[in-house]
């Protein structure tokens, strides 16, 4: 049986070590690395993997007055591939007379509508879609007073899924492992069947951007956020096992 004095220790020894190592089955053998942690008997085992980056996601900040009809902002970025669907966030700002980042226009004081576009394209495509924000940035179409981008390397659904799939057989083998090394610690000859599996956890974080606009002048990408996939994701999953 489990004893909460074993317990207790081994979730002491599993918190100080963090980090597991595990060969892989790759050819050339592959370390991979797990952190694992048992608590109360539950066991929770996670991994950290780099996704492919087959996409490449944009933000895109319009700036333009703000008695200007949202919709025509929109109508004048359809030309490029940007369209309402791809819009997510509307603010109101007021730059003073501080320069817009990047251009040598001032405002004056004048209230200014920024549109944040996010939009995701496939990696091959990405050359000629940055191509397209070049032009908007040197000529903005009217009414249209500015035009900012930014880019990152994204995973798709496709390559989450297909890596969740792939991993998710690993993490509940090195935590059968872990099981394992449990059940022998409390004089059991092989740990007991699964009763819990949690549903399996994709941790990846939103990314967001601060610009020193107190320095370089009013930047209408300050605050904006990457809102897809990452390059970089933890995968995570809970299971306890019964006593045998």
């Known amino acids: ?3 909460s004095q074993t317990l207790r220790r081994t979730a002491h020894a599993a918190t100080i070590l963090g ?8 050819p050339g053998f592959a370390l991979q690395w797990f952190s694992v942690t048992v608590q109360n008997g539950l066991i929770s085992v996670s991994r950290a993997v780099t996704l492919p980056a087959d996409e490449t996601e944009f933000i895109v900040a319009a700036t333009t007055r703000v008695d200007v009809p949202r919709q025509a902002v ?5 030309g490029v591939g940007i369209s309402a669907a791809n819009l997510s966030a509307l603010r109101i700002d007021n730059p003073g007379t501080a320069r817009i980042s990047g251009t040598g226009l001032t405002p004056d004081g004048a209230l200014l509508w920024i549109f944040q576009f996010n939009i995701t394209t496939p990696a091959g495509r990405t050359a000629d879609f940055v191509q397209k924000l070049n032009a908007l940035q040197k000529k903005p179409p009217d009414p249209v007073v500015d ?6 390397g994204s995973s798709s659904e496709k390559s989450v899924a297909d890596a969740r799939s792939r991993i998710l057989p690993e993490i509940i083998a090195e935590a059968r492992r872990k099981a394992a090394q449990l059940a022998l610690s409390a004089d059991q000859t092989i740990a007991g069947p699964v009763v819990f599996v949690s549903d399996p956890a994709r941790v990846s974080g ?7 606009s107190g320095l370089i002048g009013f930047d209408a990408l300050n605050g904006a956020s990457f809102l897809g996939n990452d390059t970089q994701a933890t995968f995570s999953v809970s299971l306890r096992l019964g006593k045998q």
Do not use: E, N
């Open 1 to 3: 049986m489990y004893t």
């Open 19 to 26: 980090l597991v190592i595990a060969a892989s089955g790759i």
């Open 74 to 78: 929109i109508d004048v970025l359809q």
């Open 147 to 152: 035009v900012l981008y930014l880019s990152r």
């Open 206 to 212: 939103v990314v967001g951007y601060q610009s020193a």
